[in-house]
């Protein structure tokens, strides 16, 4: 009697009910084999999935090194590995499905006739193409709801400047005012001491040392109106570098309508 073929993928998986959920299967290039989830609804096949994400309780936020191997739980959120997925990929001609979903209930996919992963020595290069569905309505919706936060976050910076400027003036005319006062009580105190003192030479002494005060408040306030223009400097520099990041942010959302098949919620194989 011969030995039973072993699955090397999900859609060689032989079982009577046809239940999602983990198989071992074993790629021709691998010895002991691994665990997969399959889905056996979509399209009643096969199809060998190679990540989920649903909930955001997995981290996938990680090294290179944890993506080469996967990582996470095949029941829950996970990437099955670079290296698994090139392992299997290189077998034969396989089809990237990738399904998306956000909260509300809406649905679309892409799915792409060719597909595969290289090796190490490639990083691990993808190569898809053929490319039919929905999906591309799906990712310009998104694009727009990022750049519609992008644009309200602008506003909430442009408010703050505006506030931060405001804070500094206010501050400017206190202590305009402050030294106008100082100047006054200086004023009235050398003239109650002339009034006083009829020796000249004491009146002199002390107008000198009134004298010397007035320059070291007059100092101060330099020093203050300088650091509240460098203050309003550093606000003009966050300003521009917001705005470097914003033209960044629309160039990453570009580059986002490219990679959204590899990053999304649900990606399968078959």
């Not at 499905?97 to 060719?114: E, L, N, P, Q, W």
């Amino acid at each position: 009697m011969e030995p039973k073929p072993r699955p090397i993928d999900c859609e060689h998986v032989k079982t009577k009910r046809k239940r999602n959920g983990i198989y071992k299967i074993y790629p021709k290039h691998s010895v002991i084999g691994f665990d997969v989830y399959c889905d056996f609804e979509i399209d009643n096949t096969g199809w060998t999935v190679i990540q989920r994400r649903f909930n955001g309780k997995t981290d996938f936020y990680r090294g290179w090194e944890t993506y080469e191997i996967g990582f996470g739980n095949l029941e829950a959120e996970f990437w099955l590995g670079n290296q698994n997925i090139h392992t299997i990929t290189k077998q034969g001609n396989y089809e990237l499905r990738v399904d998306i979903s956000d909260f509300i209930g809406a649905k679309a996919y892409a799915r792409y006739s060719t597909f595969s992963v290289g090796d190490a020595s490639t990083n691990y290069r993808l190569n898809v193409g053929g490319y039919s569905g929905n999906a591309e309505v799906a990712v310009e919706v998104d694009i727009v709801s990022v750049v519609v936060e992008v644009v309200e976050v602008v506003v909430v910076v442009d408010e703050l400047v505006a506030v931060v400027v405001e804070v500094v003036a206010v501050e400017i005319e206190e202590v305009v005012n402050i030294v106008v006062v100082a100047v006054v009580a200086v004023v009235v105190v050398v003239v109650v001491v002339v009034v006083a003192v009829e020796e000249v030479a004491f009146v002199v002494e002390i107008a000198s040392v009134i004298i010397e005060v007035i320059a070291v408040i007059v100092v101060v306030v330099a020093i203050v109106i300088v650091v509240l223009a460098v203050v309003v400097e550093v606000v003009a520099v966050i300003v521009v570098v917001v705005s470097v990041l914003v033209e960044v942010l629309a160039v990453l959302i570009e580059v986002e309508a490219v990679v959204v098949v590899v990053l999304a919620v649900v990606v399968i194989v078959v």
